[in-house]
């Protein structure tokens, strides 16, 4: 009797496996599990570029301590993104998610026009540790592409998984629900890195036009 029963426990575990198996639970399970880990490595990457901005305004203060707005701009920017709680949850939250990559938007212009700044300084392009973060800065940039990438592939994924049939019937059994990626206007927004290589140098200023005073030859009027 026991026997009988144990025997039909494990059918019943095995069909169910076999059920759940060919509904798309096992890729539900994955391709939740590949979002969690994309989207961690994104807010790393943000989290690294965050962490520069302090450095990267102190050594362009140094030069160019009367850009206040600039300064003002990039900081408040920098404290919008640190007020999000950033966390793996946030992409279950389609508003927050949406203020997040917002926010991030704003740092990214606030940190372009900072660098805009800098191509007014010689001296601060030539500044060894400005051209450190210079280069750290333009890495971490590349990382967040190469990482919001990798997020938006495995949202794709999971998306068509739980929308698609008979899989999406395992979605709402177990309470899985599309995730947010970024949209076309954010993608665009975030996706070009501030412009951060000053090896080309300036070009020269032009001489001033000489003034009313000159005769067309070049020579001063008379009188002088």
């Known amino acids: 009797m026991f026997k009988w029963l144990n025997a039909f426990k494990w059918m019943a575990a095995g069909w169910m496996a076999l059920a759940l198996s060919g509904c798309g639970y096992n890729t539900l399970q994955t391709t939740d599990e590949d979002i969690k880990a994309t989207w961690a490595e994104v807010l790393n990457q943000y989290q690294r570029r965050a962490d ?5 305004v102190n050594v362009v203060k140094g030069y160019a301590a009367h850009e206040k707005d600039v300064f003002i701009s990039v900081t408040q920017a920098r404290a919008r993104v640190g007020a999000i709680q950033a966390t793996p949850e946030l992409i279950n939250d389609e508003a927050a998610f949406q203020k997040f ?3 991030q938007g704003e740092l990214t212009g606030a940190i372009s026009r900072l660098l805009l700044v800098a ?4 001296q601060l392009k030539a500044d060894g540790l400005f051209r450190d973060l210079q280069a750290q800065l333009e890495g971490t940039e590349n990382r967040i592409t190469v990482a919001r990438n990798r997020y938006i592939g495995a949202v794709k994924l999971y998306n068509v998984t739980v929308r698609s049939f008979p899989s999406n019937l395992t979605a709402m059994l177990f309470g899985y629900k599309t995730k947010p990626s970024f949209t076309v206007e954010n993608e665009a927004a975030i996706a070009v890195p501030p412009k951060v290589d000053f090896g080309t140098p300036a070009a020269p200023r032009t001489a001033p036009v000489p003034t009313g005073d000159s005769d067309a030859s070049g020579k001063l009027s008379p009188g002088y």
């Open 52 to 56: 520069l901005v302090p450095n990267l």
């Open 101 to 103: 990559i917002a926010a």
């Open 119 to 122: 191509e007014n300084y010689p």
